[in-house]
Structures are given as structure tokens and as C-alpha cells.
């Protein structure tokens, strides 16, 4: 029995060979990013970059790990839930905005845990006290 292609099924598998000699898209399009390889990166990298400026604790870098590895999934799940090609604003300028957010929510749990961090024992000895005052159990 001989097969035959179809128009659709052609321009598919022609489509997914030419996906495949740009592999870095393809891996991309396996996660959903609707984005060419450096349409993505650049998304990405301005989006790290605004962070970082947002964040105000580029000196620490501990910190500045954590606020660039949440600006790149932040920017990466902006590209994966971007509407498309339908709308006028384009893929980076939501992965900038994500971008800056994810610093901007980087800054304000960095100033919780700073404060956590600086009355821990205090609370630690509240807790205590909350827990023998009741007295012993039966």
C-alpha cells in the first residue's frame, strides 16, 4: 500500500525540518514559547536586566541570583502565555514588564525575610513561651 502526502502534512513536515536545523526554536516551541530563538533571549535579557536595576541589592550576590533566576522564569512564562502575533505590543516588552514585577516582588520578600531574619529570636521566644505557659498535658 503506498502512501501519499497531503498539502497539510508537507508543509508540516516541512515546517518541523526547518524548526530542526534551528534547534534552539524547537527546544523552545517544545516548551510553548511562540517566540524565534533571539526574540526570546533578548525578552529574557532585558527583562533580567530591569530586575536587577529594580532590586537595589546588586552588591549581594546571593540575592542578585535569586532576583535574576526569578526575572528569567517570570520573562519565560510571559512568553508562554503571551496572546501572540494578534496583538500590537510585542513578546519582549511583556517579558520586561514581568521582568520588572519579578524585581520589584523580589525587593519587597527580601525586606520580609530581612526583618524575619532580625526578629527571629524574638519571636522564637514568644513561641516558646505561648507553649509552656498552657503547662503540661494530660
Partial sequence: MR???TSTSHSLITALGDLAQNWPTFMLSG???ALAFDEFLGGTLL???FASMMSRHRKDRRRL???LITAFLF???TAIFWPGQDTL???QAGM???GLLSGALMRVAVGVGDRLEERA???ADEIVRFIFRRGPRP
Fill in 65 to 67: 541570583s535569586v532576583v
Fill in 3 to 5: 502512501h501519499t502526502f
Fill in 47 to 49: 527583562a533580567m536586566a
Fill in 121 to 123: 529570636p524574638d519571636i
Fill in 31 to 33: 516548551f510553548g514559547v
Fill in 89 to 91: 505590543v510585542p513578546a
Fill in 96 to 98: 520586561v514588564v514581568a
Fill in 75 to 77: 520573562s519565560t512564562l
